[in-house]
């Protein structure tokens, strides 16, 4: 469906990553954003883990087969023969058309799920690209200039009906983007305490909590570095050997300056863990983008499980609008 004639930056194909294989080093992988990424495929049509694709960077892609795509990140810059595409519409496409993709204003990565899924086989349970290890995706690397990626075809038409002048279909209510803030108001990440965090003292704990945190330019899809007013204490904290970890740690260098771990995370690390991000915000962290501020919000187990049960049903009730409006149309 799509050649790639540009490619300026990191273009892969993502799915919702693998699970289960951390223990042997294989780390999760997958897109920033894993709710958006599955309202949208399920808006599409698609099922909810259909691959897809993300961008960091500048890339042109030309239309060698009609289809429909959608634009799974909040504030993605995707053209349409030099037409600005908006978040949430389903797309049409035909032969021809080019689409191109520009570095995202409020978001690190620019996510675009396509009708039918983007083809490539499966490894070890996912259609992603892990590329620590060379595999998954397209031939386990970035995509390259030159690059023909394949799509399913479906066997319904359901978005190609009726002329293509009409404006996109608004499948994905933009509403759901708010929670995750933007570069002018600082975006709250609940979390749960980590193991190490008691090693702070009282001080350290009040300013772990207390304040504002910068996501620095040096970020990406293994890990969100972040910038406070004040470095963190460190002197209090155990020398670790190698521990297990995963998406969503929160670790502490010697710096003082907290990261947290993203979606291609590696699976064992040797610094402090702070605290772990809550799952239902996890995908707010990855609709961020360099420069946003953050602040932690410490919950304990029964509230976390609470947070994650309304995410769940919020995105129940979403999908409900999502089929009420598209796919009953």
């Known amino acids: 469906m799509f050649k790639v004639v540009k490619a300026q930056g990191l273009g892969l194909v993502s799915d919702l990553g693998r699970f289960g294989l951390l223990g042997q080093g294989v780390p999760q992988g ?31 892609l030309v239309v060698s087969k009609p289809g429909a795509f959608m634009l799974a990140t909040r504030s993605g810059q995707v053209k349409v023969n030099k037409a600005l595409i908006s978040s949430g519409r389903i797309v049409q496409v035909d032969v021809g058309d080019i689409i191109q993709v520009h570095p995202a204003l409020g978001s690190l990565v620019t996510a675009v799920c396509v009708r039918g899924g983007i083809q490539v086989p499966a490894v070890l349970g996912s259609r992603g690209t892990c590329l620590s290890g060379g595999f998954g995706g397209y031939s386990g690397r970035a995509l390259r200039a030159g690059d023909e990626i394949r799509v399913q075809a479906l066997d319904h038409d359901r978005f190609d009906r009726g002329p293509r002048t009409h404006a996109p279909t608004l499948a994905m209510p933009v509403a759901i983007w708010r929670e995750a803030g933007d570069l002018k108001t600082p975006l709250d990440v609940r979390c749960l305490p980590g193991p190490e965090l008691k090693h702070l003292g009282h001080t350290g704990l009040d300013l772990f909590a207390g304040q504002r945190y910068t ?29 297990a970890v995963h998406p969503g740690v929160v670790q502490l260098p010697p710096s003082g300056q907290p990261m947290v771990l993203m979606c291609d995370a590696q699976a ?5 863990r702070l605290a772990t991000v809550l799952h239902c915000d996890m995908w707010k ?45």
């Open 285 to 329: 962290l990855g609709q961020a983008s360099p420069g946003q501020r953050i602040c932690f919000r410490l919950v304990d187990h029964p509230q976390a499980v609470q947070l994650n049960q309304q995410h769940e049903q919020d995105f129940q009730h979403t999908l409900e609008h999502i089929q009420k409006h598209v796919h009953q149309r």
């Open 268 to 272: 064992t690390g040797g610094y402090p």
């Open 30 to 60: 997958g897109v920033m954003d894993p709710y958006s990424f599955s309202l949208a495929n399920l808006a599409l049509g698609n099922h909810a883990d259909d691959a897809g694709l993300e961008f960091m960077g500048s890339f042109e």
């Open 215 to 243: 996501i620095e330019a040096a970020s990406g899809r293994q890990a969100y570095r972040l910038k406070g007013h004040r470095a963190l204490p460190t002197h209090n904290m155990p020398t670790m050997r190698s521990h």
